[in-house]
């Protein structure tokens, strides 16, 4: 069974970093997509950063220049830089991929369990 395996996060003040790391547990055929949401108490989960297999990067504008965005596609993971932290950043952190298990597999999305970020100020 497949699994999203997240490391990182936790308490920091505002302007400290951390960083988030994400690991596939399992092997998949292929992975197209990696990257991260982000949920906050009362708010839907938004996007923070995808990276694609190729290596072209999608940002959340609220990020930009605060927050990098990495992947190893060798040993299927996927990091995330973030820098500048803000009190806004606050909110449980999703892995996520959109990946192909077996070849006659359809792409689907897959997530971790999810991992708190505290930004305090």
């Known amino acids: 069974q497949v699994q999203l395996v997240e490391s990182g996060g936790g308490l920091v003040q505002a302007g400290g970093s951390l960083r988030l790391s994400c690991a596939v547990s399992?092997?998949?055929?292929?992975?197209?997509?990696m990257g991260w949401y982000r949920q906050a108490p009362g708010k839907q989960r938004e996007l923070v950063a995808t990276i694609t297999s190729g290596g072209r990067t999608n940002y959340a504008d609220s990020v930009k220049g605060r927050f990098t965005i990495s992947r190893d596609s060798v040993k299927n993971t996927v990091a995330l830089q973030m820098n500048s932290l803000e009190p806004e950043d606050t909110a449980v952190y999703y892995c996520?991929?959109?990946?192909?298990?077996?070849?006659?597999?359809?792409?689907?999305?897959?997530w971790g369990q999810g991992t708190q970020v505290t930004v305090s100020s």
């Open positions: 996520y991929a959109w990946m192909k298990l077996f070849i006659i597999s359809r792409q689907s999305d897959y």
């Open positions: 399992g092997s998949a055929f292929s992975i197209n997509v």
